[in-house]
């Protein structure tokens, strides 16, 4: 019983380890439209982070991935903005650590009683005078008998991209930034790694660029997932 009860608590231990670093991403994914957004496929990619340029390494990396992205969904990229006739921005980024506390009770073991008894006695002889001398021995039994408060902490961010287009024939009329659809991708994790989480997001968009998904969708992906590797340009083992 005692070999049983280590191995639960070594099995506890095992799936509390893997829960607290998951390979699975949750993702939320939100898109919006409007009626025109349809009719405009030839884009040019810019960034839409505060301080970030075209020539920006990051930027080039992820704009790679939407690129992709964009191309499955039967997007063709312009050479240049006179002839394109969408404008896509790209925004990224990471949030602040975020501390989440949690307690649990771990059971104590310890003797609850006692399951038999054994007595052996002996008896010596000397001359005409005779001694017993005897000897119990108690099987305990073992069981729970209360339990110990533990305290865990573990840290998470927000990662999120944002992928938005604007009607270019409109602005190249009258300057004006015509918003014809968004997309906007949220996953809270422990990574902090936003370069490994980047192309999780923009999978989990992928299907949903331009379009109206009409309310939040839950998506969730791992780093194998055919999708993330079409996303990075990788082909799978067969």
Not at 35 to 42: D, E, T
């Amino acid at each position: 019983m005692k070999n049983i009860f280590l191995i639960l608590i070594f099995s506890l231990f095992i799936s509390g380890c893997a829960s607290t670093r998951p390979d699975v991403f949750e993702v939320s994914v939100d898109s919006i439209n409007s009626p025109a957004s349809h009719k405009l496929k030839s884009y040019i990619i810019l960034p839409n982070n505060v301080g970030v340029k075209e020539y920006d390494l990051q930027f080039q990396e992820y704009a790679i991935y939407v690129e992709r992205a964009l191309n499955s969904q039967g997007f063709i990229k312009a050479n240049d903005l006179n002839q394109a006739n969408v404008a896509i921005f790209l925004g990224y980024g990471i949030g602040d650590p975020e501390t989440h506390k949690s307690t649990y009770s771990i059971p104590t073991w310890g003797k609850t009683g006692i399951a038999s008894s054994n007595t052996h006695g002996t008896v010596n002889i000397y001359g005409n005078t005779a001694t017993v001398s005897s000897k119990t021995t108690y099987t305990p039994t073992y069981g729970v008998t209360g339990s110990t408060t533990k305290t865990s902490s573990h840290v998470t961010y927000k990662r999120f991209l944002s992928i938005s287009a604007i009607d270019l024939n409109k602005y190249k009329e009258d300057e004006s930034e015509k918003q014809i659809w968004k997309t906007l991708a949220v996953s809270s994790g422990y990574s902090d790694d936003l370069r490994r989480v980047l192309p999780v997001l923009v999978a989990a968009s992928s299907p949903y660029i331009s379009k109206n998904s009409g309310q939040k969708i839950k998506i969730s992906l791992k780093d194998e997932d055919q999708q993330v590797l079409d996303i990075k340009g990788i082909q799978a083992n067969k």
